[in-house]
């Protein structure tokens, strides 16, 4: 699965070249061009990384990153703006962004200090969250593998095991897995998910993933079930 981007800039001839480029590199990159539409698009899907412009309408890309983290989500930021003072830098980390480039860029700069802040936030290198002696999940490219082998996936089966691995012996009640696993474009379908449910227990054991009646589901980290 390609590392999803979410692009906030109201320069759209800026947003297009931006958005290309990422494609072509292996990004799936969603565009945006007010904070406001920005906001609706993040809380409606997941994404890997945010690209924020500040002086944007509705809501600038500081404020909308601030209000993010307050609300506890920590999605790896870029701030991409022509505000060049000092003051702007340091009120862009005091936001709580990543990196912060200064326009005009190079579109290869751009793409460094992306791999570089997904390298931080994310195990590096083609490292491997170990869930248990025989399995393996990359949370990079949403590969699963048990004793060597590479398993495949669906992307939202992908996704769903990723959710459960960033929110371990947590009771996730369907509505969040819903907003987790469907972009806002898609309509969500529960027996999907229980087929998703059902296919990563098939990998990962049946004990792994509880089903907490007419809530959602728990994953165990100890796989022992309850």
Not at 77 to 96: E, M, N, P, W, Y
Not at 136 to 159: H, S
Not at 182 to 204: A, C, I, Q
């Amino acid at each position: 699965m390609k590392p999803k981007i979410l692009l906030l800039e109201d320069d759209m001839e800026l947003s297009d070249t931006v958005a290309k480029f990422l494609y072509a590199k292996g990004y799936d990159v969603v565009q945006s061009f007010d904070g406001e539409d920005a906001a609706e698009k993040i809380y409606e899907s997941r994404f890997d990384l945010w690209l924020l412009d500040v002086k944007v309408p509705f809501q600038n890309g500081f404020d909308l990153l601030e209000k993010l983290r307050k609300e506890g989500d920590e999605t790896p930021a870029i701030f991409i703006t022509s505000l060049h003072g000092a003051d702007d830098a340091t009120r862009g980390f005091a936001a709580g962004c990543d990196d912060y480039i200064r326009k005009p860029f190079a579109l290869k700069e751009l793409q460094a200090r992306i791999e570089a802040v997904i390298k931080r936030r994310y195990p590096a290198g083609g490292e491997t969250i170990a869930i248990d002696g025989e399995r393996r999940f990359n949370p990079i490219d949403f590969t699963l593998t048990v004793n060597g082998e590479r398993i495949p996936l669906k992307p939202k089966e992908a996704r769903l095991l990723a959710y459960f691995l960033q929110h371990p012996d947590t009771t996730l009640r369907k509505e969040e897995i819903y907003d987790a696993l469907w972009d806002y474009d898609e309509t969500p379908n529960e027996g999907s998910l229980r087929t998703f449910v059902k296919v990563l227990r098939k990998h990962l054991g049946k004990e792994r993933i509880e089903t907490i009646k007419e809530v959602g589901y728990r994953y165990r980290s100890d796989g022992t079930g309850s």
